[in-house]
């Protein structure tokens, strides 16, 4: 069988397809590992300020039942405005990683349209490749009923003669 002339090409988009699977499944995986890390800075917050409320209720409590000095409440005081701060820091950290969770989704979306491209023209060589393939059985075959017929004609010619 003849050799296939755009067999190079074909082989160079059968590695750029593989190359966009894999550049997309990496990419799935950095947009789950950022939604994973967002998801535990969510947590992580949920965690601060069920910790500050705890302890603004139990500082309450020591100070109604006179086991913290009005000295200590101070202190008590300035100690959940640092765990609000805390909260604050975590929020803006919440913001940012939900930025990288957009960037990762956009990543995941450039790298599904390369993926869709590099299979649209692999799929198109292909197609191009059996259209070759058809054609030349058919020159082989028409080749092949001409040989048949030279045969033929030439057999009856003998046999006249």
Known sequence: MAQYRLQALLGIRERAEEEAKQHFADMQAALRHQ?????????????????RLRRREEYSQKLASGEMKIT?????YRYIDRLKERETDQKYKIEGQK??????????KRSKDALVHATQELKALLKHKEK???ELK????????????????????????
């Open 35 to 51: 939604e994973e890390l967002l998801q535990e800075y969510e947590k992580e917050l949920e965690d601060m300020i069920a910790d």
């Open 72 to 76: 200590d409440q101070s202190s008590a």
């Open 99 to 108: 930025e990288s969770v957009k960037q990762a989704e956009m990543d995941l």
């Open 132 to 134: 070759w393939e058809t």
């Open 138 to 161: 058919k020159k082989r075959a028409q080749r092949q009923a001409d040989e048949m017929d030279e045969i033929g004609q030439t057999i009856y010619n003998f046999k006249k003669n």
